[in-house]
């Protein structure tokens, strides 16, 4: 699986965009990009993921560059609720038992 | 619907003592999974399951051990507590042919060896 960067730690206002970048210039063509957060004390929770294409959902919205070498992860409206750990996972689908390798994320603090 | 939950919450456990962390689920998956998360780290897999009777290692499998005599039921033992062990313990589980998209984790066990 790619290896993945990540800023350590980010801060937001509230009600404002949170944009959390993340590098994977090793990725490969049929490598995905997933998005998870860990809120504290719990445990991740699935975000979004994307192979090539922009993704939205309910919760964020996945820009992939062109290259694909790196993304951005958009909470449209950041709300104290979304402070958390965020990571960027790279990986080709789900094989059976295979890890998620979460390295160390960023942490996104959201403040009033 | 409780999802997959973990028993205990916490736990302190002396050197050299043994103990076992149970993750049950309801949603009938067949792939379980036990991770351990250290301060700052990300997750990292122990030992995993893809169906009852089934167990791999994963990881980080040294100093544990796994059974899955049910479906529902991933338990993770300790058989001699080291110090090293401390760490947040969290169970996952997805269904047959599910993605990153489906796996769902439990609370997670915060365990302390002393």
């Known amino acids: 699986d790619a290896k993945t960067t990540q800023p350590p730690s980010m801060d937001c206002a509230e009600g404002r965009a949170a944009n959390l970048p993340c590098n994977h210039s090793?990725?490969?063509?049929?490598?995905?990009v997933y998005w998870y957060r860990q809120i504290h004390s719990q445990g991740p929770q699935y975000i979004i993921h994307g192979l090539k294409n922009n993704e939205t959902n309910e919760m964020a919205s996945l820009i992939i560059t062109e290259d694909r070498k790196s993304s951005t992860l958009i909470l449209p409206h950041a709300t104290l609720r979304d402070t958390a750990v965020y990571y960027c996972i790279v990986r080709v689908g789900d094989q059976a038992g295979t890890a998620l390798i979460f390295g160390k994320g960023t942490t996104l603090s959201v403040s009033s | 619907n409780a999802g997959v939950t973990q028993t205990p919450k916490f736990r302190v456990l002396k050197t050299g003592q043994s103990m076992t962390l149970l993750c049950a689920q309801d949603m009938n998956h067949e792939y379980m999974y036990w991770y351990r998360q250290d301060p700052g780290m990300g997750l990292r897999l122990i030992h995993y399951s893809v169906g009852e009777g089934t167990t791999a290692k994963g990881e980080v499998p040294d100093g544990y051990n796994v059974s899955r005599l049910k479906k529902q039921n991933f338990l993770l033992g300790l058989e001699s507590a080291a110090p090293s062990q401390t760490s947040v313990y969290f169970c996952a589980s997805s269904p047959l042919g599910g993605g990153p998209t489906s796996r769902t984790f439990g609370s997670g066990t915060r365990l302390t060896v002393v």
């Open positions: 090793t990725i490969s063509g049929n490598e995905y």
